[in-house]
């Protein structure tokens, strides 16, 4: 009865889907994982394959903040709450990370264990060279305060992590002589290119977080650090001759794992043109790969509705989910045809291409906004 009871509250924070019973279904199993997955009032943080699998040992990667974070804001910030505690209670690791890699701050883990260690296997040169997960951590923060304004929240936890964040990210960023601060020797998003420089996702990440700090800071009445918002302004986000986004400095149109340069427009908003967003789209969606990650389509489907096409907006949903389907039950799994099951990241996707997509929700300065909603044919009502 208990069990029953806490199942009640939970779902008092549910997505309904008038007119397309398949979606309905696939979007409440993304809800119960998420929910299954995560607790509030803990320090604990979701795996990839949640509680579900043995898929990355259980570790901890930038796809809860970035992909399965923003949807249990939205709908469970007291839950979002403790997957950022399971960041500030490991921010001594990540010190002890960065110091002995050189540099000031915080230094995330790639693969973060139960310790905060990174525990990314050796072989792999994700653990020592992708690093944007330090900025996708310290904008899980601000989004947080963002959505509740708890201003104490802020002052002992939020502004504490931004700052060692920022921190990281003057540490590492270098002058060039052509007077830009570059993000050199990374791995972007896209996995399969690595050892890059002025990654597009990376540089991204930096100049958003960055100016976030400087926010934080000033919420509170504290003399931000002038070099944030210095270093945000001249670190470049690189073009083909045509105005199309490059991935990296030296990008030649070969084909990607995952969005990278598509994020710049959704859910960083550095892109904001919608010419320009058009035109990255048109570049970049032919080189996905289809044995790419599920919460890549997610990213499309969301831009393609918020720019006003909600029926190329649902193929690119339905493409982030159903392919992925594993039989009997539907689970998600990582990749089209794969096995490994329950993937909260594509969950997480798939629940953002709803709420911010369909939904038009908007997480701002301002709050919580709605921007106009846009329903794909098929569905009569989204609540």
Known sequence: ???????????????????????????????????????????????????????????????TELWMYPPILMLK???????????FERMAMAKQNAFSHGYAGVMF???????????????????????????????AFWKYYQVTKDKEWLRTRGYPMLKEVADFWTSRVEKGTDGQYHINNVIGSNEWQENIDDNAFTNGIVKTVLPMATKAAQELGIAPNPQWNIIAAAIPILTFPDGT??????????????????????????????????????????????????????????LYTRMGEPEKGYDWFVRSYKPNEVPPFGVLSETAGGTNPYFATGAGGM???????????????????????RLPKKWKSLT
């Not at 208990?2 to 409440?28: C, M, T, Y």
């Not at 973060?112 to 994700?126: H, I, M, N, R, Y």
């Not at 892109?271 to 044995?291: C, F, W």
């Not at 629940?351 to 921007?371: H, K």
Request: hydrophobic share 35%.
């Open 1 to 63: 009865a208990r069990h029953n009871a806490e199942w009640d509250k939970l779902w008092q924070s549910d997505i309904v889907i008038e007119g397309d019973p398949d979606a309905q279904r696939a979007v409440r199993q993304a809800l119960y994982h998420l929910y299954s997955f995560a607790r509030e009032g803990t320090d604990y943080s979701l795996s990839p394959m949640g509680l579900s699998g043995l898929g990355y040992n259980g570790h901890v990667f930038w796809d």
């Open 77 to 87: 910030p007291e839950i979002a709450k403790s997957i950022l505690e399971y960041r």
């Open 109 to 139: 883990p790639w693969e973060s264990d139960a310790d905060g260690q990174e525990a990314t296997p050796v072989w792999a040169l994700t653990g020592p060279f992708q690093h944007h997960i330090t900025g996708c951590v310290g904008w």
């Open 245 to 302: 986004t490059k991935e990296n400095r030296t990008y030649d149109g070969v084909m990607i794992k995952q969005a990278d340069v598509n994020l710049l427009a959704f859910p960083l908003k550095i892109v904001t043109d919608e010419a320009k967003i058009r035109k990255d789209l048109a570049y970049y969606t032919p080189r996905y790969s289809p044995d790419g990650p599920a919460m890549g389509w997610s990213v499309l489907s969301t």
């Open 351 to 373: 629940l953002q291409a709803v709420i911010s997509g369909f939904g038009g929700v908007d997480i701002t300065d301002a709050g919580i906004q709605q921007l106009k909603g």
